[in-house]
Every structure is written in C-alpha cells, then in structure tokens.
C-alpha cells in the first residue's frame, strides 16, 4: 500500500469536509494518485472521537448553517460589542461609540419579532411555491387553510 504525504492527506480531508467535493473529484484532481478509494478509505477511516470525514462534515455544515441562524448572528453581533467595550478608554472614541449604537440596531431588528415576523410570511410563502413545483399532490386545501392559520396565529404575536 502507497504512503501519501500527510498534506495530500489534509487537502483531500478539507475538500471533502469543507467543500463538500466527492472522492472521485478530489482523485481526478491528484491524477489518481491517490485514487478514488484510498480517499474513501481515509473518509471511512473513524478518528479518536469515534468520527469519520463525513461525519465531521455533517457537523461542519451544521455549524455553518448555525452561524447564519439569528442566534449565531445575534452572538457574533454581541462579540463586536463586547470587543468595542474592551477598548482602553484613552482610545475610545467617536467612532467606536458609533459603532456601538449601529451594532445595538442591528441586534435589535435581528431579534425583535416585528421584524422576524415578515421574513418567516416570505420563507413560508417559497416554500408554499416550493411545494407546489415538486409536490403537487401536498398542497391541498386543507394544507393552504393551515398555512393561513399559521400565518394568522403569527400576525397575533405582533398584536
């Protein structure tokens, strides 16, 4: 069995992980060498955790999904504002305090309802449009007088 270099290894790892790239793609992009199912060997592989590659991948694309979530934003925009207070105070200035009050808007319309509401109308209604391209048979008249109940009961919380 051929040895490869430890960063074949990593590259071949951090396409498949994180760029969602196949063993076939990651072998054609090495001329074969190595060839498609010694990368899938190495995927299979499980690690100390009891992981394999795809597995860290399934947990990296959760992570990513969760860093966009209003949750993961939110932390991100509370990081900000926590390194902007950290600042020496000989240092801190105007523009820093600006920076500060755009961060507490922006925070405020990432986790206030009245502004959460209208995105989840137009994430409903495409996926509504999504179901009625592919799943026709779904959407039904009992399935859309759910939709508009659902719609309704989220129009009471701004109330």
């Given at each position: 069995m051929k040895r490869y270099p430890p960063q074949i290894r990593a590259e071949a790892k951090s396409m498949l992980v994180c760029e969602g790239?196949?063993?076939?793609?990651?072998a054609e992009l090495y001329d074969h060498e190595p060839c498609v199912q010694t990368i899938l060997n190495w995927a299979a592989h499980?690690?100390?955790?009891?992981?394999?590659?795809?597995?860290?991948?399934d947990e990296y694309e959760h992570n990513k999904y969760e860093a966009l979530s209003p949750k993961g934003l939110a932390f991100k925009i509370l990081n900000k504002i926590n390194m902007l207070l950290n600042t020496d105070n000989s240092k801190f200035g105007v523009k820093d305090a600006d920076a500060i009050a755009k961060l507490r808007v922006?925070?405020?319309?990432?986790?206030?309802?009245?502004?959460?509401?209208?995105?989840?109308?137009?994430v409903l209604t495409l996926f509504v449009k999504f179901l009625k391209q592919h799943y026709p048979e779904v959407v039904n008249?009992?399935?859309?007088?759910?939709?508009?109940?659902?719609?309704?009961?989220?129009?009471?919380?701004?109330d």
């Amino acid at each position: 069995m051929k040895r490869y270099p430890p960063q074949i290894r990593a590259e071949a790892k951090s396409m498949l992980v994180c760029e969602g790239k196949s063993a076939k793609e990651i072998a054609e992009l090495y001329d074969h060498e190595p060839c498609v199912q010694t990368i899938l060997n190495w995927a299979a592989h499980k690690n100390k955790e009891g992981k394999n590659w795809y597995d860290i991948r399934d947990e990296y694309e959760h992570n990513k999904y969760e860093a966009l979530s209003p949750k993961g934003l939110a932390f991100k925009i509370l990081n900000k504002i926590n390194m902007l207070l950290n600042t020496d105070n000989s240092k801190f200035g105007v523009k820093d305090a600006d920076a500060i009050a755009k961060l507490r808007v922006s925070l405020e319309k990432l986790t206030d309802k009245k502004y959460q509401i209208p995105m989840m109308y137009e994430v409903l209604t495409l996926f509504v449009k999504f179901l009625k391209q592919h799943y026709p048979e779904v959407v039904n008249g009992n399935f859309l007088n759910a939709v508009r109940h659902f719609k309704n009961s989220l129009k009471e919380v701004l109330d």
